[in-house]
């Protein structure tokens, strides 16, 4: 009797031990190329932590890189727990939600903005501009939701009124209107200038059309079903207490500097006094990147469920500037072959509709560096994925 008692207690044990066993041994490796390309960042300060992320379309993760701190000053190493300000990566949600709309017949992208906010029929253009004076006139053509999505409307980076209250102290629909007080800076679709206030326009829009807070709409349309549990404009405490915090080389390239997030109001859990940014406002965490990632490189559709159409992918996935043939599509980056957006601090999700190859770049850097990082990132995680 003892010993079949001890029989089925060994056995209970094996089988508590057992899944995080195989979790260990099905653990992906690392990247050899990949650590290679970025140990340099590391130990010249540039970068406090990476993770690295190469998988397919399948979901499959064939290289799972950590390297450094989410804390140097504590020693926390960095890891999948952490959570990052993803910043204009926001600006991909944005474009998505759009086209959600247009494919239920609800918004096209040349609709004229006036459309959906008429009391933006007062916007005028700057026609001259020196030290002495200003010379306003009519628009030629409307500025459109395509406009607004591809930074080709005219409209400066922010809003005047954001300039004085800061990005996110006020709500959307007040950030909408207010972009009549600045005048669009060239006639839309004349230029391309990168910047925010065109996609808290384009989130407004969404708010009219659908009903709903632009937030809402983000959490029931994407968030909620696609199981990202931690994206979000208002992280918690126990989110705040996750955050990877950002670095750069301080002045005598012989240690690190810890940067701040000016841009966004602090507590950043306080949902009375912050509103949405639609442009640079959300944090996430690499599993929820890896998420939107797959839907984005399955065509719109995952796990059964489809969130887009084949016709809005095509949408987000080609040039929308125009004339001014800037590789940049309704909220989304377009380089060597890929699709994606970064964020201010260097976080980059990058889709190859080709390969299926995701890559994720989740750092946090402020020293400028996170840029030709993130370049050498994607390069290396192209030619690793080929093989």
Request: aromatic residues 10%.
């Given at each position: 009797?003892?010993?079949?008692?001890l029989?089925?207690?060994?056995?209970?044990v094996?089988?508590?031990?057992?899944?995080?066993?195989?979790?260990?041994?099905?653990?992906?490796?690392?990247?050899?190329e990949?650590?290679?390309?970025?140990?340099?960042?590391?130990?010249?300060?540039?970068l406090?932590?990476?993770?690295?992320?190469?998988?397919?379309k399948?979901?499959?993760?064939?290289?799972r890189?950590?390297?450094?701190?989410?804390?140097?000053?504590?020693?926390k190493?960095?890891?999948?727990?952490?959570?990052?300000?993803i910043?204009?990566?926001?600006?991909?949600?944005?474009?998505?939600s759009?086209?959600?709309?247009?494919?239920?017949?609800?918004?096209?992208?040349?609709?004229?903005v006036?459309?959906?906010?008429?009391?933006?029929?007062?916007?005028?253009?700057?026609?001259?501009?020196?030290g002495?004076h200003?010379?306003l006139?009519?628009?030629?053509?409307?500025?459109?939701?395509r406009?607004?999505?591809?930074?080709?409307?005219?409209?400066?980076?922010?809003?005047?009124?954001?300039?004085?209250?800061?990005?996110?102290?006020?709500?959307?629909?007040?950030?909408?209107?207010?972009?009549?007080?600045?005048?669009?800076?060239?006639?839309?679709?004349?230029?391309?200038?990168?910047?925010?206030?065109?996609?808290?326009?384009?989130?407004?829009?969404?708010?009219?059309?659908?009903?709903?807070?632009?937030?809402?709409?983000?959490?029931?349309?994407?968030?909620?079903?696609?199981?990202?549990?931690?994206?979000?404009?208002?992280?918690?405490?126990?989110?705040?207490?996750?955050?990877?915090?950002?670095?750069?080389?301080?002045?005598?390239?012989?240690?690190?500097?810890?940067?701040?997030?000016?841009?966004?109001?602090?507590?950043?859990?306080?949902?009375?006094?912050?509103?949405?940014?639609?442009?640079?406002?959300?944090?996430s965490?690499?599993?929820?990147?890896?998420?939107?990632?797959?839907?984005?490189?399955?065509?719109?559709?995952?796990?059964?469920?489809?969130?887009?159409?084949?016709?809005?992918?095509?949408?987000?996935?080609?040039?929308?500037?125009?004339?001014?043939?800037?590789?940049?599509?309704?909220?989304?980056?377009?380089?060597?072959?890929?699709?994606?957006?970064?964020?201010?601090?260097?976080?980059?999700?990058?889709?190859?509709?080709?390969?299926?190859?995701v890559?994720?770049?989740?750092?946090?850097?402020?020293?400028?560096?996170?840029?030709?990082?993130?370049?050498?990132?994607?390069?290396?995680?192209?030619?690793?994925?080929?093989?």
């Open positions: 009797m003892t010993s079949k008692l029989n089925v207690a060994l056995g209970l094996l089988i508590v031990l057992a899944p995080s066993a195989f979790a260990a041994d099905a653990q992906p490796p690392a990247s050899p990949v650590t290679s390309a970025m140990q340099p960042y590391l130990d010249s300060y540039k406090a932590g990476v993770i690295a992320i190469i998988a397919d399948s979901g499959k993760v064939h290289y890189n950590l390297l450094g701190y989410s804390d140097v000053e504590a020693r190493p960095i890891g999948e727990d952490n959570v990052f300000w910043a204009s990566m926001s600006k991909m949600f944005a474009g998505a759009i086209m959600m709309l247009v494919d239920e017949g609800k918004v096209s992208l040349d609709d004229p006036t459309k959906f906010i008429p009391q933006l029929n007062k916007w005028m253009v700057v026609e001259e501009k020196d002495s200003v010379l006139k009519s628009p030629v053509r409307p500025v459109t939701i406009h607004v999505l591809s930074h080709t409307s005219g409209l400066a980076g922010m809003s005047e009124l954001q300039q004085v209250t800061g990005s996110d102290s006020t709500p959307l629909k007040a950030r909408a209107l207010s972009s009549v007080t600045g005048p669009l800076q060239w006639q839309p679709g004349d230029k391309y200038a990168y910047g925010n206030q065109g996609m808290n326009i384009a989130a407004r829009i969404v708010e009219i059309v659908s009903g709903m807070p632009y937030e809402d709409f983000l959490q029931t349309r994407f968030f909620d079903p696609l199981g990202m549990t931690e994206t979000t404009f208002w992280p918690n405490e126990a989110q705040v207490a996750r955050l990877a915090m950002a670095y750069g080389p301080n002045k005598e390239k012989n240690g690190y500097s810890r940067g701040g997030l000016g841009f966004l109001t602090k507590p950043l859990s306080d949902r009375i006094h912050r509103f949405p940014e639609a442009g640079g406002g959300l944090f965490t690499t599993h929820d990147i890896f998420r939107y990632g797959l839907l984005l490189a399955n065509d719109g559709e995952l796990e059964g469920k489809r969130y887009l159409s084949h016709e809005a992918m095509n949408e987000l996935r080609k040039e929308q500037t125009g004339t001014t043939k800037v590789n940049y599509s309704l909220g989304y980056h377009l380089r060597n072959g890929m699709f994606g957006h970064d964020g201010a601090y260097g976080t980059d999700l990058s889709v190859d509709p080709k390969t299926g190859m890559a994720i770049f989740m750092v946090q850097c402020s020293g400028g560096d996170q840029w030709a990082a993130r370049d050498l990132f994607l390069k290396t995680a192209t030619q690793v994925y080929a093989k």
